[in-house]
């Protein structure tokens, strides 16, 4: 494979398949961001506009190429490492080449983004029946949100990006990690399961500080409680599961 790549550890729990189209740079600039770390750079040196893989189409085509050719083709994540519908995306798109050639081969996929509704741009070429759209969100109140995500869309934006979504018959997920507060994630559960086909749920990994002041079994069992009240289908990290 040329671009898309085999994930590894607590992203393998994901996707199989997954690929990065803005890799060395990200606008949102999220305090919990692991992704400097990961890439060995300053994290002022990531918190900048990404720009695309080198040669992303053309080693994107090829990947698409021999993925097409399987009898069962795993699903690809877009994306790990930065966002795809970060600010830039709109004055210097990539992605909706990137959805026409995923339509072409007919490669199933799904857009994980805290875009908001930067997305809904291209909902007219999201007609893949093997496409989901994913948004990450780990609060309810966006006061509290620009405090860990100063530069992703709004969570009321977010919010509505997944209701156009799902009114557009594109079937709908969130990412709920890394979940920070417990009373927040909560509250979104409550607002948003009518409208979310289905939910990831994880904590924050990596800030032992974070991590500590939280009852993370509580939280568990009572996120647990409330999805299965209300039917809704849901996994939850290794990481918080097998505490």
């Known amino acids: 494979m040329n671009i898309i790549y085999e994930p590894r550890g607590k992203a393998r729990e994901y996707a199989e398949l997954a690929l990065n189209v803005r890799p060395h740079g990200c606008e949102h600039s999220c305090i919990y961001c692991y992704c400097p770390q990961v890439l060995h750079m300053k994290r002022e040196d990531f918190f900048k506009p990404g720009l695309p893989a080198k040669n992303l189409f053309d080693r994107l085509e090829s990947d698409l190429h021999n993925l097409s050719k399987l009898e069962h083709c795993p699903e690809v994540l877009i994306s790990f490492i930065s966002d795809p519908y970060q600010p830039i995306e709109m004055s210097r798109p990539v992605m909706p080449s990137v959805i026409q050639l995923f339509n072409y081969y007919q490669i199933p996929f799904t857009i994980l983004t805290k875009g908001g509704t930067r997305i809904v741009r291209d909902f007219d070429l999201l007609t893949h029946n093997r496409f989901s759209f994913g948004t990450s969100i780990s609060f309810y109140h966006d006061w509290i949100a620009r405090k860990w995500e100063p530069y992703a869309a709004s969570t009321p934006d977010r919010f509505e990006a997944i209701k156009m979504a799902k009114k557009a018959g594109i079937k709908t997920w969130i990412s709920m990690e890394p979940v920070i507060d417990p009373d927040e994630a909560m509250q979104f559960l409550a607002f948003s399961y009518k409208f979310v086909d289905h939910f990831k749920v994880g904590k924050i990994n990596y800030m032992p500080e974070v991590e500590a002041k939280v009852d993370w079994i509580a ?23 097998k505490l």
Do not use: H, P, W
């Open 219 to 241: 939280f568990r069992n009572q996120a647990v409680d409330f999805l299965e009240t209300v039917g809704a289908s849901y996994y939850i990290k290794e990481s918080l599961r």
